[in-house]
């Protein structure tokens, strides 16, 4: 059975510059996408045109927009790149050039020439929960993140709150408190399980 060797990071991309090549459907989407889990994500994007709907999402986050066709100059200080452009050639380019400057680099519906897939993600207040299907089906992903949405309970965020704050109480050396920590929740899973069951 093939492995997913895929490894999972969280990204603090208002820390971090992000390239969006291409002003499409697919460049909308990857912005809308980007944005609703950051909404402080630093991003430009370049095009020499835009849909309407990606220049009103720019203007509401402050996003800078360069009407122009993609150039290698535009990576200057980026730190990720996206290519969503319909001509295969601009968004491989994006691709060497990336690699050459040791720029990690996503090309949408592109899996050979992606540093990074972008997975479906699960937002609960601190709790996020991403899902990889190694590139191989966004569907996959899509259905897996609406189960996990429901599965998930609305309130996972007030326990999280609750044992941050435990967290702070407990003595001991990491050993000791991972230990506690482990006793106080090992009952959640079963827990929110029977939650859910009882709805």
Do not use: W
Not at 87 to 109: F, M, P, T
Not at 129 to 134: C, G, L
Not at 140 to 150: C, I
């Amino acid at each position: 059975m093939e492995k997913n060797e895929l490894y999972p990071v969280f990204l603090k991309v208002s820390n971090l510059n992000v390239l969006i090549v291409g002003g499409g459907n697919v460049a909308l989407e990857k912005l809308t996408f980007l944005l609703k889990s950051s909404p402080n994500a630093q991003v430009e994007i370049v095009s020499p045109m835009f849909r309407k709907e990606t220049v009103a999402l720019a203007k509401e986050y402050k996003i800078i927009m360069h009407t122009d066709v993609y150039n290698k100059k535009y990576l200057k200080g980026k730190h990720i790149a996206i290519a969503t452009t319909d001509k295969a050639a601009v968004n491989e380019q994006v691709y060497y050039d990336c690699r050459a400057q040791s720029i990690l680099v996503n090309v949408a519906d592109n899996p050979p020439f992606c540093d990074f897939y972008m997975g479906g993600i699960v937002t609960k207040g601190n709790v996020k929960v991403a899902i990889s299907t190694n590139g191989k089906s966004p569907t996959t992903a899509k259905r897996l993140r609406q189960f996990f949405e429901d599965v998930i309970p609305e309130n996972i965020d007030d326990l999280v709150q609750n044992l941050n704050e435990y967290r702070k109480t407990i003595k001991g050396n990491f050993e000791e408190k991972v230990e506690a920590l482990n006793e106080f929740t090992k009952g959640l899973v079963n827990k929110t399980g029977e939650n859910k069951n009882q709805k």
